[in-house]
């Protein structure tokens, strides 16, 4: 949507038009904590548009579940969204998103669309950050961060995706740009701190594509906690088997997951690994949320 603004010459002559685009601003604010029985409620909800947050019914067993949807449809060039998760003592809860987050095509003279997630874990808490894709169309610029603080105690899966064009709509991304950032802190300590850019030559669909060598989606699964070497054990074989590319490596507590291929293989594996990892960390449902199966 745009508006118009008509300035006013000396003595009320109307001057130029111009065109001033409006810009979503939004944020969302999900915190879960354990009542002195154990259970976790929820503590505190605060959402701006176009961020809402919705509550499904969760699946016996599983944690409290918040989705996060943007109201717009999609996001474009110096659009911003905030979204700040946190999971107190000794509670268990799962934030994850509607559907696939699309980033549209930005104008020349605009910023990038920018993301930022923000999520607490404290000590003995499980929390869960399961964002699905974000498809980026051509020309589209997006700017993602996650951060996340770990307590000691606490353990986090977190993943985050990225599509470039819809392959099953003949869609590919030959402009734009991608930078995403992760920081992750153990006790407020940072202990592993990563950031990949992927512009115009490393999205073109023939070489030198050195970037991404003809991928057109990647994934990043983060795993924080004491067993994380063991939770890297358990990944390897299943990377080997998901029919795209991957790796696993732990660093100081932290797993780091990261897939590359077509779009298609690449949530395949996502789902397969986010659901083993739950499983065989948290003891949960060996499967995502069922939004992911929507």
């Known amino acids: 949507m745009t508006t118009i603004a008509v300035p006013m010459r000396p003595g009320g002559a109307p001057a130029a038009r111009t065109a001033t685009a409006q810009r979503a601003d939004g944020s969302a604010r999900v915190a879960f904590d354990a009542r002195a029985d154990g259970v976790t409620r929820l503590d505190d909800l605060y959402q701006r548009a ?55 095509r930005a104008l020349p003279d605009e910023p990038p669309a920018r993301v930022d997630v923000a999520i607490t874990v404290d000590d003995a808490a499980w929390a869960e950050w399961l964002a699905q894709e974000t498809i980026l169309f051509d020309g589209a ?91 890297r054990d358990r990944v390897r074989p299943l990377i080997a088997d998901a029919g795209c590319d991957g790796a696993a490596t732990c660093i100081d507590g932290v797993l780091v997951t990261r897939l590359m291929g077509a779009e298609p293989p690449v949530r395949r594996a996502v789902m397969a690994l986010g659901a083993a990892l739950r499983a065989a960390a948290a003891g949960l449902m060996p499967e995502l949320p069922r939004v992911w199966h929507c």
Do not use: N
Request: charged fraction near 25%; charge should be positive.
């Open 141 to 231: 610029r997006l700017h993602r961060r996650v951060e996340a603080d770990v307590a000691p105690g606490g353990r986090l899966l977190a993943i985050e995706s990225a599509v470039f064009g819809r392959s099953a709509m003949g869609e590919t991304m030959r402009r734009g740009l991608l930078h995403d950032a992760w920081r992750i802190r153990r006790g407020g300590r940072l202990v592993w701190a990563d950031g990949q850019r992927f512009a115009e030559t490393d999205l073109a669909p023939t070489p030198p594509a050195f970037g991404l060598d003809g991928a057109r989606a990647l994934a990043t699964l983060i795993y924080v906690g004491d067993d994380a070497a063991a939770m």
């Open 50 to 104: 176009p961020c809402r947050v919705l509550f499904p019914r969760s699946a016996a067993g599983e944690p409290p579940q918040a989705v996060l949807l943007t109201t717009t449809g999609g996001l474009t060039g110096g659009d911003r969204v905030h979204v700040r998760f946190a999971v107190g003592s000794g509670a268990r809860a799962t934030l994850s998103t509607q559907a696939a987050e699309k980033i549209y």
